[in-house]
């Protein structure tokens, strides 16, 4: 028999009869503030159970079902959730900082405000998912799949979204300083006043992408090598900042004629 204490008051939250919580069933439980640090919960049934402001740090959640629950304040920092199921779960300020979260599933989960800083999320599965807010600095997201989420105002210095999906994923106001973008599917992504001095977008594929109001964009690497599907989208002031800057592969491909860009060029002063 296992009780699952809380974390102030060391009082029982739940008894499970098993000697080991490992595949456990426990959808729909009441596990808030209850303590699973370094615990075996693999394989575990989790659904619609909640999880609120527990502490799973270090414990081993790979496979567990978490779909529909309530993670939200949980410290999960250093757990391995690689495989784990989030598909509609809410994780409002979950701290999942260096969680191995490879192939884990998040579907439509709602992660507002979620610390994800040096996790690893590679082949994950986000589509939908709501991550505005969030920190991703660091994060490995190789060939994760980031269709239509909503990543505004995330940070995601740093992170390695290589052959990432970010097919209409809504970038507005992120922070994709230092990112790896190289070979990232970024057709129909809104990249409104996102940041990227230094983002490497060698190879990425884009086409009715929003480029407005996008801070660094002069500085960020290869943007001569991507790969036009269709025309972007590139606003005045952008062009007016650092239309000298960008190189003239990007703005043809991004929509405008040689002669356009003769005009525009001599029209807009360099910034002193």
Known sequence: MIQIRHRDTAEPVATVKAQTLAGARLAAQNLSYGVLEGTNIRNADLRGADLCLALGSACDGSGANFQGADLSGMDLTDANLADADFSEARLFATRLDRARLH?????????????????????????????????????DLTGADLSEVNLAFANLDGANLAWATLTGA?????SLRGADLRHANLVLANCNGAKSDGARFDDATVGRTVFADCRGLEDAIGLDTLNHLDHSVLDLGTLRRCIHSLPDAFLLGAG???????VLRGALARPA
């Open 256 to 262: 405008l004629s040689g002669k356009e860009l003769q």
């Open 170 to 174: 809504d970038l507005t106001s992120a």
């Open 103 to 139: 192939s884990a599933r998040f579907h439509h989960a709602s992660a507002r405000m979620a610390y994800f800083a040096g996790a690893g999320l590679r082949d994950a599965d986000l589509r939908g998912a709501t991550l505005h807010h969030s920190d991703f600095r660091g994060a």
